[in-house]
C-alpha cells in the first residue's frame, strides 16, 4: 500500500509504503520526504516508483495498493496524462522488472499506515529516509 502527501505551502511532499503479507501482517515499510513536487499526483507518483523500487530490492511483491483512484487511471492510460509523461515513462520501465504488475484502488480507511508515514515525514524540516519493520519514532 502507497500513500503520497503534497501541500502548496509544504517544502517537502511525503511518501509512505507499506508492504504486507496475505494476513496483513506488515513484513516492512518505509517513507521518505523530498523537496515539493508539482502536484499531489505528483507526489503519488513518485511515492509508487519509490515503493516500486523497493520491493525490486526486498520483496517480491507484484501487487500495490493505493487510495488514489487517478493514479490507477495514469497508469492504465498513461497516453491519456502527456503533462506526467516523463514521469509515467520511468514507472513503465519499472513495471518490465514485474510481470504481474497489478494496482489496485484501496479505500482510504485501510491505508492508514501509509497516509501516516507519508505526512508525518513531510512535516519534517530536512530530509528524512527511513525503511524498516516497524514505525519510526
Same mark, same amino acid.
Given at each position: ?20 503479507? @496475505? ?14 513536487? &508539482?502536484?499531489?499526483? !505528483? ?10 523500487? @523497493? ?23 498513461? +497516453? ?8 509515467? &515513462?520511468?514507472? &513503465? ?7 504481474? *504488475?497489478?494496482?489496485? +484502488?484501496?479505500?482510504?480507511? !485501510? ?13 519534517? !524540516?530536512? &530530509? *528524512? ?9
Amino acid at each position: 500500500m502507497i500513500d503520497g502527501l503534497w501541500t502548496c505551502t509544504s517544502r517537502f511532499s511525503g511518501c509512505g509504503w507499506v508492504w504486507m503479507d @496475505n494476513l496483513g501482517k506488515v513484513q516492512l515499510m518505509g517513507t521518505r520526504n523530498y523537496i515539493r513536487r &508539482e502536484s499531489a499526483l !505528483h507526489s503519488e507518483l513518485e511515492a509508487l516508483r519509490w515503493a516500486m523500487k @523497493n520491493m525490486l530490492q526486498h520483496s517480491t511483491c507484484q501487487n500495490f495498493g493505493t487510495d488514489c483512484k487517478d493514479l490507477i487511471v495514469m497508469i492504465k492510460k498513461p +497516453h491519456v496524462w502527456p503533462s506526467f509523461a516523463t514521469e509515467l &515513462e520511468r514507472i &513503465e520501465t519499472m513495471q518490465i522488472c514485474f510481470p504481474n *504488475f497489478k494496482i489496485t +484502488h484501496i479505500p482510504r480507511a !485501510h491505508n492508514q499506515i501509509s497516509d501516516s508515514l507519508a505526512r508525518t515525514v513531510r512535516a519534517f !524540516h530536512r &530530509e *528524512f529516509y527511513f525503511i524498516g519493520c516497524y514505525i519510526p519514532v
